[in-house]
Every structure is written in C-alpha cells, then in structure tokens.
Nanobody, 128 residues
C-alpha cells in the first residue's frame, strides 16, 4: 500500500472556497489514476471526483459539477481538489485514493474501495 496524506481541510463559511491536497511518500503517483471520496456523518463514503494519470481527463459526481475541480501536479507528486461555492452538505471527511495500476478515471470509479489505496482523510466543515 502507498501511504497517501491529505491536507487542507478546515472550517469554511457557506459560499467559500478551499483546496485540498494529497501527496504520497515513497512512490510516484504520476502513473496511476486517482480520485476523491467523502464521508459525511452517518452516511456511507461516496465518490466525488476522479482524474486520469496525466490529468487531462476528469470525472465528477453530479452534486459537485461546476463547483469542484480536481487536478494533479505529477512533478510534485500531488493531487488537488479545489472546491468553490461550498455548501453545508459538502461537510464531510474527504479522502484521496489511488488506483494501484489503472491509468483511467474509470478505473477509480469502477474499482471496489478495498482495492484502492487510501489516505487517512481530512475534515471539511462548511458552516456559518
């Protein structure tokens, strides 16, 4: 397993913006697809966004389309999730995930969670 580390989660007001980061130590992430998931209190973990190995293709769940953008800087071995116009329903622990071998965002979307590499999560709270 590749240890992934998320950062950037904070308390933010509704309508605000935030960027989360995800890095890996000991291994390059530049050759696999990655994604973001979130888990709100009392709810199951849900898919948020995915990106292919190069960063040229992305995919989002409907509830965040037009508000969230995922990107990556393979030279810095870092994945990002930029969140705009945040809503209270975006409050959750956000996790990054890396596919072990796949390069397409579909690999992240279609792979069972137990077959992805996960970070420990970072808390995002949207509240006034």
């Amino acid at each position: 397993q590749v240890p992934l580390v998320e950062s950037g989660g904070v308390l933010v007001q509704p309508g605000g913006s935030l960027t989360l980061s995800c890095t890996a130590s000991g291994r390059t992430l530049g050759n696999v697809a990655m994604g973001w998931f979130r888990q709100a209190p009392g709810k199951e973990r849900e898919f948020v966004a995915a990106i292919n190995w190069s960063g040229h293709s992305t995919y989002y769940t409907d509830s965040v389309k037009g508000r969230f953008t995922t990107s990556r800087d393979n030279a810095k071995n870092t994945l990002y999730l930029t969140m705009n116009n945040l809503k209270s329903e975006d409050t959750a622990v956000y996790y990054c995930a890396a596919h072990r071998t796949g390069t397409s965002f579909t690999d992240v979307v279609q792979t069972p969670p137990q077959n992805l590499n996960w970070g420990q999560g970072t808390q995002v709270t949207v509240s006034s």
